[in-house]
């Protein structure tokens, strides 16, 4: 069975930063496109970062500069630090892996950020 576990959401003020972890079982994150996505009250859901399985990294420029995706694989564990956070940063962020078509995702992390 596989699972995805992001922790590390907390309310933080404008300009502080956070580390988001996502803990996978079942599968093996080295071999998946693994991705960041947020969602924000009555927004649908958007991209924030990814990183390939040849180690590439991709960001929209909302976070461009800001948000770092990097992964461990001894730990099966993908991160996303966040700097410079904004309120409207403030969403639920998913944690997902993708590979031939087959995706899986996490429950979510909620990020609030206070101006």
């Known amino acids: 069975q596989v699972q995805l576990v992001e922790s590390g959401g907390d309310l933080v003020q404008a300009g502080g930063s956070l580390r988001l972890a996502c803990a996978a079982s079942g599968i093996i994150i080295r071999i998946h496109t693994m991705t960041w996505y947020r969602q924000a009250p009555g927004k649908q859901r958007e991209p924030v970062a990814g990183?390939?399985?040849?180690?590439?990294?991709n960001y929209p420029d909302s976070v461009k500069g800001r948000f770092t995706i990097s992964r461990d694989n001894a730990k099966n564990t993908v991160y996303l630090q966040m700097n410079s956070l904004k309120p409207d940063d403030t969403a639920v962020y998913y944690c997902?892996?993708?590979?031939?078509?087959?995706?899986?995702w996490g429950q979510g992390t909620q990020v609030t950020v206070s101006s």
């Open positions: 997902g892996a993708h590979r031939n078509g087959v995706d899986y």
């Open positions: 990183i390939s399985s040849g180690g590439n990294t």
